[in-house]
């Protein structure tokens, strides 16, 4: 069994934070130098840039109150740090009869640090050593500092407020503290138990059981809460009140706290598992296994406050460097997978590796298409993408879509096949007798029938003998639009059954359909109210625009159907649902290179509906839920009303589309819903504009989908989604030219 290492207060790795109201979060770069690079609250970079760039190159972190240390990359010795900015540059917060020691662990408490010593760098650090402990002075003055702390040889070592902690030397893994405050820890507890890691806040510690992977917590009881019981985890770090750990199966990641802070922000992004995480006081970030850009949430006294710290887009170290190979259920990371040019390491000497954990498992929404190797962890592919029944289970499938379908068509066409039989002689016979009454009538109405898409209304024999002379499985097509019979849509949506239902709206129901051919469309019919308020003169007029739309990114109408009173439209079906039920509801994400072209799709049937069709058609409800997804992952505009062509003012109409589709494009971005009271403030508008108008585009972008290396493009989209939302409508852009900027995103490829 290989040895895990944690990281946040107290510990150290790839990334950490200092505590306090001074804190700050520093981390190591994906960039192959270890160079750090550090963030404040409010997604700004630590004050002054150039005072971080004189920082060396580091090969572990760990933060304290206010400070942070680490280790240097190439000589393994000591360098501490805080938040100031002088003139200067960084100062070196180790005292001098600690600096030219080498170090291998270190770990950062309230107002001390602990090192063992020995080269970082060693086959050998797991092994422990023996340790040096000081103090940090505020007052800089380095000679007066002393060791105050003794300890046996440890590793795995952490720090507190007057405690440090490690696990026994030799592999041994028992826990043992020392310090002023160390017996408040009541450690003695867990001595018959062995530990692979530990992690530690001000006054308890909290470690993994090298038997069972699950976690035990030591200390003040309201720092810790209720740790979580039956899960096994790989590493933990700490904050104030808080710990979080991320979970061995999937690498997910699970928070628990106190009793005197809300819990109900600890939950982390989902959708992506975590190689690494840090905790400040409120605040955890997570370094994301699939693209190492880092997530941060917060754990707030005041659960409707945003988390403090939104980090920089940086490519974050996912662990750190060691020599030697990785131990069993471990694999070495492959850096060629980040798709950066001349990018072959991670680490200063090409010697050294990453050794990251495995995973077995993959989080809701995915299966586990390969299992992990020794030099790749296990790939998780989105359940969408599920073809065999390899994943059928894992994603909730009881059979592929094609078989279900398949299964369908057969049991409709016997039906067919057994309805004809029974009454084909019976509907000839019907028909031979109206067939001559009706042929004379029919040549007359086509000499007077004007070129309009839909057919005029007819007396209920006319119907019934026309239909006669249709296939028993369609109605007869005119211009654009089919006429389909009630009896054919009530087989084809199993009675209008709720468990065909696709959603609902004002104008009414809308229903999954299968035709007897197999064909699959959708089935919007009206209820009682809209048929109420809308007169057969008003439907006829509707019916006649949208028959004659025709556009590859709007959902366009087949049919209709005006029977017993009932009017129902017949339009395209969109196998991949709405573009809001994958950003919100927990449909399968969308990477950025989907969502690019859904947007730029999205406004090109808008731009038709405003510019290609006489008189304009003004949607007056453009949102997610009104975008729909084809069987190409093509972005459709549905839900438009002909009955918005009568406004007064038309260019006002028009420029509140373009409102509407700029708040889609900000959800796009952010993933954020257009209302979130979890959030402060709750509307997206007034959350993002601010953010983009300032410079700080980067701090909205959706951190569960995997980042591009080139973000150019999605800060582009956020200039374009802000421009949308202006508050003054003269000031808003047209859709064609929306369409037309989108489109130049996507063209340039600047996702590839």
């Known amino acids: 069994m290989v040895t895990k290492r944690v990281v946040g207060y107290g510990a150290m790795g790839s990334i950490s934070a200092a505590f306090g109201d001074n804190g700050f979060f520093c981390a190591i770069d994906a960039s192959g130098k270890q160079e750090i690079f550090c963030w404040e609250k409010d997604n700004s970079s630590s004050s002054a840039s150039a005072y971080f760039s004189s920082l060396p190159s580091m090969a572990a972190l760990s933060g304290g109150e206010g400070f942070m240390c680490g280790i240097v990359a190439n000589t393994s010795l000591p360098y501490c740090w ?73 590793s795995n070592l952490i720090s507190g407020e007057d405690f440090s902690c490690g696990t026994g030397g030799d592999n041994d893994g028992a826990i043992v503290c020392w310090g002023p405050k160390s017996e408040n820890l009541g450690i003695a507890a867990a001595n018959s138990e062995k530990f692979l890691a530990l992690a530690s806040n001000r006054d308890s510690i909290c470690g993994i059981s090298r038997d069972s992977g699950e976690v035990n917590c030591w200390g003040d009881a309201n720092s810790f809460g209720n740790p979580p019981l039956g899960t096994q985890f790989i590493t933990l770090t700490a904050g104030l009140q808080h710990f979080c750990g991320i979970r061995e199966d999937d690498h997910g990641i699970e928070c628990w706290g106190g009793s005197d802070h809300d819990t109900s922000s600890l939950i982390p992004p989902k959708n992506s598992g975590f190689l690494g995480i840090g905790s400040s006081d409120f605040t955890t970030c997570g370094v994301r296994e699939d ?101 059928w289970e894992i994603c909730g499938i009881t059979k592929s879509p094609e078989a279900q379908r398949e299964q369908q068509h057969q049991i409709k066409k016997l039906a067919v096949i057994i309805g004809s039989s029974v009454s084909g002689f019976m509907l000839v016979v019907i028909a031979w007798c109206l067939l001559t009454r009706t042929t004379d009538k029919r040549e007359e109405q086509g000499k007077n029938k004007k070129s309009f898409c839909i057919r005029k209304p007819q007396v209920e024999a006319d119907i019934i003998t026309e239909q006669l002379q249709l296939p028993l499985s369609r109605a007869a097509s005119i211009g654009a639009a089919q006429v389909f019979r009630l009896s054919e849509l009530k087989d084809a949506t199993n009675g209008f059954k709720e468990f065909n239902e696709l959603g609902r709206g ?43 739309m025709r556009h590859s990114n709007i959902v366009n109408l087949l049919g209709y159907c005006a029977e017993m009173g009932e009017r129902l439209l017949v339009y395209e ?148 989604a802000e421009l949308a939302v202006k508050e003054e409508a003269s000031q808003r852009p047209n859709m064609s030219d929306v369409a037309m900027w989108l489109e130049q995103i996507v063209k340039c490829g600047l996702l590839l």
Not at 85 to 98: E, K, R
Request: hydrophobic share 35%; glycine share 8%.
């Open 82 to 154: 805080n938040s100031s900015v002088n003139s200067v540059g960084t100062v070196d917060l180790v005292p001098s009869n600690f600096r030219n020691t080498a170090y291998s662990q270190i770990a950062a408490g309230k107002n001390h640090v602990c090192a063992i010593r020995g080269s970082y760098y060693s086959s050998n650090i797991d092994a422990g050593g023996s340790v040096d402990c000081w103090e940090i002075d505020r007052k800089l003055d380095n000679d007066a500092w002393e060791s105050e702390f003794f300890s046996p040889i440890v």
């Open 291 to 391: 693209d190492l850009i880092l997530d941060c949430w917060g754990m707030q006294k005041k659960p409707s406050l945003p988390p403090d710290y939104s980090p920089p887009l940086q490519l974050c170290s996912p662990g750190l460097c060691t020599s030697g190979s990785c131990g069993e259920g471990m694999f070495t990371f492959n850096a060629s997978i980040l798709g950066v040019p001349d990018l072959t390491s991670l680490c200063v000497r090409a010697d050294l590796r990453i050794c990251s954990p495995c995973g077995s498992n993959c989080s809701a929404g995915f299966f586990t298409s390969s299992v992990c190797s020794g030099n790749a962890d296990r790939v998780c592919t989105a359940c969408s993408l599920c073809q065999n029944s390899s994943c």
């Open 573 to 720: 079906f969109m196998p991949h649902g709405t573009l809001h039920d994958h950003l919100h509801g927990g449909l399968s994400s969308l990477n950025w290179n989907l969502r690019l072209k859904i947007s730029m799709q999205a406004s090109k049937g808008l731009e038709y509906l405003h510019k290609g069709m006489v008189p304009p058609i003004v949607h007056c409800d453009v949102k997610s839920s009104n975008i729909l997804l084809d069987s190409e992952w093509g972005g459709r505009i549905a839900d438009f009303g002909p009955m918005s062509t009568g406004h007064k003012d038309q260019s006002k109409d028009l420029e509140s589309d373009v409102y509407s589709f700029g708040i889609v494009l900000l959800e796009i971005l952010s993933g954020r819903k257009t209302y979130d009271s979890d959030y402060m403030p709750p509307g997206i508008v007034e959350w993002a504009v601010p953010l983009i108008r300032q410079g700080k585009a980067a701090a909205i972008i959706d951190r569960n989908v995997i980042l591009p290396r080139n973000v150019e493009p999605l800060l582009k989209l956020a200039e374009i």
């Open 506 to 548: 004002s104008y009414g129901f809308v229903y999954k359909a299968v035709l007897s051919d197999g064909q699959q469309v959708a089935v919007k019919r009206a209820n009682a109210a809209t048929i109420i308020h809308t007169n057969s003169r008003d439907f006829e007029a509707e019916l006649e625009i949208l028959c004659n």
